[in-house]
């Protein structure tokens, strides 16, 4: 088991906070063309979030965190495969509304919505901090 940093748009942070999200997708990252695993079950995530004492989100340290997240589900998955309950779970009400902000995020690029990229789902839920 793991700390690891994990950070989401304002909206969606606001999501993981009132517990409407429950799950992220993520692009792989691959070493010398193999999928690097970077999640796994069992794992505390801590999201990274401004604060007065550190602004910008991506410098924030592990020790200013004040979200924690247990990892209890990781698995590998084509984006298609996706249905409404999951869509729900990322915190909308259903795979058309995800699926126009995965092409804000990633249009006009490998990852866009219609190329049905394999994506890393991580299943989660709020926790205390350890």
């Not at 910008?56 to 984006?79: D, H, I, Q, S």
Request: net charge neutral; proline share 5%; hydrophobic share 40%.
């Amino acid at each position: 088991m793991s700390d690891v940093p994990i950070m989401f748009k304002d909206k969606m942070y606001d999501d993981v906070v009132a517990g409407r999200k429950t799950a992220t997708r993520r692009i792989p990252k691959r070493r010398n063309g193999v999928i690097t695993e970077r999640w796994h079950k069992g794992d505390l995530l801590y999201v990274k979030e401004k604060t007065d004492e550190q602004p910008n989100k991506m410098f924030m340290p592990k020790r200013l965190a004040t979200v924690w997240l247990l990892v209890t589900g990781v698995y590998l998955e084509p984006l298609w495969d996706m249905t409404d309950d999951d869509a729900r779970a990322e915190g909308f009400l259903d795979l058309v509304a995800f699926s126009r902000l995965w092409d804000q995020m990633y249009g006009k690029t490998e990852h866009d919505w219609n190329a049905d990229p394999l994506v890393w789902v991580i299943v989660f839920e709020r926790t205390e901090r350890p």
